[in-house]
C-alpha cells in the first residue's frame, strides 16, 4: 500500500518472471489518470525517479484498467532490474501525485 499524507494512493504488486518485471497497480482510484499520465513519462523517457532502475529499461508496456494500471518491464539486454529500486520508484511517482479531485 503506499499513503499519501492520510490517505491511501494505490496498491501494487511486482512480479518478476525470468528478466522481465510485471507490475500491477491496484487501487487507484480518482489518481488512475495522474499516475497513468506519470508512468507515460517514464515510458517516454522522463522518468523522475531517485533510482537508476531507468537506465536498464529496453521496453515498457502500460494497461489501464478499470481501478488498476498494469505494467510489463523488459530490461536492456545482459541487466536485470532490482524490484526493491522499482518498488522506491512507485513509492515516489504514486507519493508525488497531487490529490485526486476526489480526495477530500
Same mark, same amino acid.
Given at each position: &500500500?503506499?499513503? +499519501?499524507? @492520510?490517505?491511501?494512493?494505490?496498491?501494487?504488486?511486482? +512480479?518478476?518472471?525470468?528478466?522481465?518485471?510485471?507490475?500491477?497497480?491496484?487501487?487507484?482510484?480518482?489518481?488512475?489518470?495522474?499516475?497513468?499520465e506519470a508512468l507515460g513519462e517514464c515510458q517516454s523517457g522522463q522518468c523522475s525517479c531517485p533510482t537508476n532502475e531507468y537506465d536498464k529499461l529496453e521496453s515498457m508496456e502500460l494497461e489501464?484498467?478499470?481501478?488498476?494500471?498494469? &505494467?510489463?518491464?523488459?530490461? /536492456?539486454?545482459?541487466? /536485470?532490474? @532490482? #524490484?526493491?529500486?522499482?518498488?522506491?520508484?512507485?513509492?515516489?511517482? #504514486?507519493? #508525488?501525485?497531487?490529490?485526486?479531485?476526489?480526495?477530500?
Amino acid at each position: &500500500m503506499v499513503v +499519501h499524507g @492520510d490517505r491511501e494512493v494505490a496498491r501494487y504488486r511486482i +512480479h518478476e518472471d525470468k528478466s522481465t518485471v510485471l507490475i500491477e497497480v491496484a487501487e487507484v482510484g480518482g489518481s488512475k489518470e495522474q499516475l497513468f499520465e506519470a508512468l507515460g513519462e517514464c515510458q517516454s523517457g522522463q522518468c523522475s525517479c531517485p533510482t537508476n532502475e531507468y537506465d536498464k529499461l529496453e521496453s515498457m508496456e502500460l494497461e489501464p484498467g478499470e481501478d488498476l494500471i498494469r &505494467m510489463r518491464l523488459e530490461p /536492456k539486454p545482459g541487466t /536485470k532490474f @532490482d #524490484t526493491s529500486q522499482i518498488a522506491a520508484c512507485l513509492d515516489y511517482t #504514486t507519493a #508525488t501525485l497531487p490529490p485526486a479531485k476526489n480526495d477530500p
